[in-house]
């Protein structure tokens, strides 16, 4: 004896079209506080001296869906008798680990550091997000 029946799935393939536009969203929310949060500890361990560095540490997201590139930097370019000077680049590439004995606490690696100690957060952070959307 054979049966006949009629399942629809329109609803779930609708649903499943918006997926991929909910799970950027997340993604792209998670990428956002994560590196608000390396910004923020970044931050803190920079060396502090006019607080120019502290203020040039910025961070940026390229692309679009699930095509995302989340990036950090750091440039602070002072004026010198031998004309700009990107101490950024030289505290962090260039002069290795140092103490700054003016605020005690902070290292040269400032960028590297936190990557180091929050990966696992901040990835939680991003998927966290995505589960969300979807």
């Given at each position: ?36 949060d ?6 803190d ?22 095509d ?11 004026d ?5 000077f ?29 990557a ?19």
């Amino acid at each position: 004896m054979a049966r006949d029946f009629e399942l629809d799935v329109t609803k779930f393939i609708r649903a499943l079209d918006g997926a991929t536009e909910a799970i950027a969203r997340g993604a792209k929310r998670g990428l956002h506080d994560a590196l608000d949060d390396w910004r923020r500890e970044a931050t803190d361990v920079a060396p502090l001296d006019k607080g120019t560095l502290r203020r040039g540490i910025d961070t940026q997201i390229e692309g679009d869906g699930l095509d995302l590139t989340g990036e950090i930097s750091a440039v602070a370019i002072e004026d010198s008798r031998k004309g700009r000077f990107n101490y950024a680049y030289y505290l962090h590439e260039v002069k290795g680990e140092i103490k700054n004995p003016t605020t005690p606490g902070t290292i040269a690696k400032f960028l590297d550091v936190p990557a180091e100690q929050n990966e696992k957060k901040w990835l939680d952070m991003i998927e966290d997000e995505i589960k969300a959307g979807f």
